[in-house]
């Protein structure tokens, strides 16, 4: 058993890609050795910026020998026959073996040795590489079929016990010289074997296990902050890059001047760790110090003095542009910058980040007028504005609202004076400015900071400070584990925002697909469901679609509007109830109200009429979408709290239910139901009844239409005709209708278990009082095991067959009122 | 410096030019590096070349951001073996002391989008500096090139910094006092300079005429193409690219235009290259 050694010596392959490389060279290596049947032991890999290499342990000197017998034809076969295969296996009539009339030849292949194997091994996983990025280089790349590598590859060691494995690849050949650390140690050493790699490279300055220069990095760092009385901050993701870009690292200490403590300090941290790779240090106060631990890659003769010398100057200069971005921001009010968002298209069909901020200021305006986000307390004038009514439900008309695109500073609230300001002026300015950091220089330079900088500016510039700290927060919470806000003026805006883009891009049919989510939807829907839960918000989906509906079919127009330079009519401030397209023999004309705007070309209207008619329309369609969209995410987000995913599909599958909070209240009564002895029966009740209706074609009634249908409003539980029940429908007794024979004794203690319990459930529902729903249907579990024992519902009286069935689907009907049963698993 | 790296390249090959008098936004557009690095012919050649990047102007106030500054370019075509010896060779050479500075090859991928070029290469880190680009073009005007060239631009101010250890760029000293002439520092030289441009540059320049110049680039390098002369119609796209960067400092051009504006850019520089590459009868 022998170890084996290959390095590839490449110019410094960029930190970020070395982890990866390292697995995909063991795995690619393994590949290649298992297609010989050869398997390493162990491997272990390494990475360094100069060169990447695998140890293998233990391989045998030589794959086993195989014996491959392969069938022939039959002895009585015809010559042909037989010539044929002789020639396919190359052997002799008198080396095949006979047996049962049949010839057999057996060709034996003798094991191969390792070296053999390797040396063919090398240039195919070199080959196989799948570099993120890969070059062509050289005098060979005068050709596109040359060699790629993420750098120009420069030497390969492939030693197999002590002796060198003979390949070649783009006129690299192996061997066992290899190079130390490019200044401490610029001449060839020669590696013996596997078993001395690691030393000599070390002896020639070479750290060449990651891991290890991570734990110098890591110990050195801590250790320089600590002798000058400060705190590292620590920062896996730098550790990692830091033993990425160093094959001798030295962590250095260096100070920049405290007069840029003034700059915001996670604008410091960040133009640290980006631009130069720097850890920052914190001081006693856990503030942050007017400190940073820079990485070198060698030990300086003179200590490293020239080093820090240099890295501070470095970092100075990067500050003082910082600080000069912040400095510039600031002399602009956030109101100005907000107005240059109409430069920023926010997506083609959802018009400039100007438009989105327009309608997330509605939005967040009525979110808190509609009472769905309130003050913990409330606060002194607060009360319905203006806009309350225009939002209403009018039907089929466009609220009045103020045009989106003039002057964006028209339309921005009075700035309230703290402490006064009602809340949903409060959310509408802050949902105004929130984005306003996005023309900002800082935020053009590190977008990472954007919300964070607008909190900066507007608190610098004396907004409210729960205005700042929406601006600051309202991207939040991104991703599991982030802070949820709780503050009501950012909820409302935080909660506008997602809710905007999500019903948005679900309108522009920009649906998250598979993998792909290029707008991060499924994060924002998820960011929804914690902020509402957290909070408690109630709302219902459908009216948020509706109010949002209105705000983009409005800003439609008026792009379709401006987009029109013949009409001129940019400057339409009522709204717009109703415009139709005439086509005629000279192109098309839009009407307005009455006004004809054209002619255009044909097909220019097209594509806009298509929009405006899409946002035009009540959006049954996208209500459904973005709810089960929701539904999706809710299970996602439920998984981990221990709610059974079936059990949400159960209550959703009702349809109609578009508040989520209500939603999940159900499911968990219904989770705590089924737990029950009394729960579990009845779901086998259900269960046995339906598959009875279903064999006799009573199709599963469809989901009830509209909200109406459940939750609020009094479910018609007690009647079984829908659409998709067969037609003619048997004619169903009412509730409490006497049937036409004596009824069995345990059918009629159903019957009046149902007229008891339906009534109990609905009602409890309607109060949202699931548990008693739970109650009240837990009343019929009895009543149905008796009736399953003595009552056979295929009776020979087709009657007494038909009323027991319409009993069972009032059953099944009845336990509808609380979740679809079918839908539950087990 | 200048001449000690004149007198190194000079040494291993390459032809010494002299800048082009063209205003650029880097010395890759010198045509010396755009167009030779197309076809197979071999191209070893080093020069001088002056940088505007507008929106780089600080209005003298950064002690390391200048509107107008200088390159230093090697381009060697096909790349040799040991070019990062060769590089680190004319560190040592300008006097850069390896056993106390730390120099770091980070990488970093080269795009210029208005050029339809790329290549992968590293920022020369000089503790923690960048004083150099290094970069492997392995694309031109959108046409892959082969052979590959390697492609040096080094900071010269920056590395001037290292030199004579100095913290502003305005305090480098220009000259060694001699006879009756007195020290002189860049600042002398270049500080008004900065300033004045930096004004014009952001605040100034008539944009009203800045768009019709564009206009006009765009016209005269199209008018070339079709005459197929590939040198004037690069040098209309290289004024047309500089014109678009002063509109960019002065803030007039949106986002959403931002691309459409890089995209006639590119369409004239490759445009150029195309007819480049067919006048010297080289296939893609």
Not at chain 1, 188 to 199: F, K, M, Q, R
Not at chain 1, 775 to 792: G, K, M, S
Not at chain 2, 199 to 225: G, H, I, Q
Request: proline fraction near 6%.
């Amino acid at each position: 058993m022998t170890d084996f050694l290959l390095e590839l010596r490449s110019e410094e392959i960029p930190a970020r890609m070395q982890d990866k490389a390292r697995d995909d060279l063991a795995r690619l290596f393994a590949a290649e050795l298992a297609k010989s049947g050869l398997h390493a032991h162990a491997i272990v890999t390494f990475a360094t910026p100069r060169r990447l290499a695998l140890i293998a342990r233990d391989l045998p000197e030589a794959t086993a020998a195989v014996s491959e017998e392969t069938k022939g034809p039959k002895t009585s076969a015809p010559p042909q026959a037989l010539e044929g295969f002789l020639r396919k296996t190359g052997l002799t009539r008198e080396q095949l073996v006979e047996r049962d009339g049949v010839f057999f030849a057996v060709i034996d292949k003798p094991g191969r040795a390792t070296a053999d194997v390797l040396a063919e091994a090398i240039p195919a996983v070199i080959r196989a590489f799948p570099w993120p990025k890969s070059m062509r280089w050289g005098e060979a790349s005068l050709t596109t079929e040359s060699l790629r590598w993420v750098r120009p590859l420069q030497g390969i060691v492939a030693l197999f016990g002590e002796d060198v494995v003979p390949c070649e690849i783009a006129g690299v050949v192996s061997g066992a010289a290899t190079v130390g650390h490019r200044f401490h140690h610029p001449g060839v050493i020669t590696i013996g074997s596997a078993s001395d790699y690691v030393e000599k490279l070390h002896a020639c300055h070479v750290v060449v296990d990651q891991d290890e220069r991570r734990s110098i990095i890591a110990l050195g760092a801590t250790m320089a902050a600590r002798k000058a009385g400060l705190e590292l901050v620590r920062d896996e993701g730098l550790l990692t890059e830091n033993a990425g870009l160093t094959e001798w690292p030295v962590p250095l200490l260096g100070r920049f001047d405290e007069a840029f403590l003034a700059v915001p300090p996670e604008v410091i941290q960040l133009t640290a760790r980006v631009n130069q790779k720097y850890f920052v240090c914190r001081d006693s106060d856990g503030k942050l110090a007017n400190a940073f631990v820079c990485t070198a890659n060698i030990d300086a003769v003179d200590g490293g003095a020239k080093i820090v010398e240099g890295n501070q100057k470095v970092l100075a200069a990067r500050l003082s542009d910082a600080k000069f971005f912040y400095e510039t921001d600031l002399k602009v009010p956030l109101e100005e910058q907000a107005a240059k968002l109409d430069r920023i298209v926010f997506h083609e069909k959802l018009g400039t980040v100007a438009d989105k901020v327009e309608r997330v200021a509605k939005l967040a305006r009525w979110l808190v007028e509609e009472g769905i986000v309130k003050s913990p307390s409330p606060l002194v004038g607060e009360g319905r504005g203006p806009l309350a009514s225009a939002s209403g439900k009018g039907e089929g008309d466009v609220p009045s609202l103020t045009p989106p695109h003039p002057s964006a500073t028209a339309s921005l609230p009075p700035s309230p004076t703290r402490g006064e300001g009602n809340l949903a002026d409060l959310a509408e300015r802050a949902a105004r400015l929130a984005k306003a950091d996005l023309v900002t220089g800082m935020v053009g330079e590190f977008p990472e900071l954007q919300g964070l900088m607008g909190g900066y500016y507007a608190e610098r510039q004396g907004e409210d400070p729960r205005v700042a700290s929406a601006i600051r927060d309202h991207y939040k919470p991104v991703g599991q584990g982030d802070d949820v806000p709780t503050d009501p003026v950012t909820v409302a805006v935080s909660l506008a925002d997602k809710l905007d883009s999500i019903i948005g891009f679900f309108g522009a049919d920009e649906k998250p697909t598979g993998s792909k989510d290029p707008y991060a939807l499924r994060r924002s829907a998820l960011a929804v469901l914690s902020i509402q839960s957290s909070n408690k918000l109630r709302f219902q989906l459908s009216e948020v679609i509706e109010f949002l509906r209105r705000i983009y079919h409005f800003q439609e127009f008026h792009r379709a509007l401006e987009a029109d330079p013949i009409a001129s009519v940019a400057n339409v401030t009522k709204p717009i109830r109703k415009f139709k397209i005439d086509r005629s023999i000279d192109g098309e004309r839009l009407v307005v109200d009455g006004n004809t705007f054209g002619p255009f070309t044909a097909g220019t209207l097209k594509n806009l009429s298509d929009r405006i008619h899409f946002w035009g329309a009540p959006l049954s369609s996208l209500d459904g979408d973005v709810l089960s969209f929701f539904a999706d995410r809710l299970k996602v987000q439920q998984r981990e709290a221990g709610v059974r995913h079936d059990l949400i599909d159960a209550v959703f599958a009702l349809g109609g239910e578009d508040d989520l909070v209500r939603l999940l209240a159900r499911v968990h009564a219904l989770q705590a139901f089924v737990g029950t002895e009394d729960g579990a029966n009845l779901l086998a009740g259900y269960k046995r009844a339906a598959n009875i209706l279903k064999k006799e074609g009573f199709a599963q009634p469809a989901p009830l239409p509209g909200r109406e249908g459940l939750g609020v409003g009094r479910p018609e539980a007690t009647d079984a005709r829908s659409p998709s029940e067969p037609t003619p429908a048997p004619s169903l007794p009412g509730r409490g209708e006497a049937a036409t024979y004596d009824a069995a004794p345990a059918e009629a203690a159903l019957l009046a278990a149902l007229d008891a319990a339906e009534p109990a459930a609905a009602d409890a529902v309607a109060h949202e009082d699931f548990e008693a729903a739970m109650a009240a249907l837990a009343t019929l579990r009895a009543p149905i095991d008796a009736f399953f024992e003595t009552v056979i519902v295929n009776d020979a009286d087709p009657a007494k067959r038909l009323a027991r069935l319409v009993l069972l689907a009032r059953v099944r009907t009845a336990v509808h009122t609380v979740a679809d049963f079918s839908k539950i698993e087990g | 410096m200048i001449l000690t790296l004149h007198d190194y390249w000079s040494a291993h090959g390459c032809l010494i030019l002299q800048p082009y008098d063209m205003e650029m936004g880097a010395g890759t557009f010198h045509p010396a590096t755009t167009l030779r690095a197309l076809g197979p012919n071999p191209w070893n050649a080093a020069f001088v070349q002056p940088c505007r990047r507008p929106t780089d102007g600080r209005y003298g106030e950064n002690p390391n951001r200048l509107q107008h500054y200088y390159q230093y370019q090697v381009i060697l075509k096909p790349s040799p073996p040991d070019l990062q010896e060769l590089y680190l060779g004319s560190l040592a050479a300008i006097g850069i002391d390896f056993t106390r500075h730390d120099i770091r090859f980070v990488e970093d991928d080269w795009e210029s989008p208005t050029l339809g070029a790329w290549g992968l290469g590293w920022e020369v880190w000089c503790d923690g500096m960048e004083v150099t680009q290094f970069t492997y073009f392995q694309q031109m005007g959108g046409y892959d090139c082969k052979p590959v060239a390697g492609e040096l631009t080094y900071g010269l101010e920056r590395l001037a910094l290292y030199l004579q250890n100095k913290d502003s760029v305005y305090d480098l000293a220009f000259n060694d006092a001699e006879g009756n002439q007195p020290q002189m520092t860049y600042g002398d030289v270049f500080l008004e300079n900065e300033r004045q441009m930096s004004t014009w540059n952001f605040e100034v320049a008539d944009t009203e005429r800045l768009f019709d110049l564009f206009r006009k680039a765009t016209a005269e390098c199209e008018s070339c193409l079709e005459a197929k002369l590939p040198i004037p119609a690069y040098e209309q796209a290289i004024k047309a690219s500089h014109v678009f960067n002063l509109l960019q400092a002065r803030g007039v051009i949106s986002v959403a235009e931002r691309q459409a504006y890089m995209g006639r850019v590119r369409d004239l520089a490759k445009g150029a290259c195309a007819s480049w590459m067919e006048k010297n009868g080289w296939a893609a």
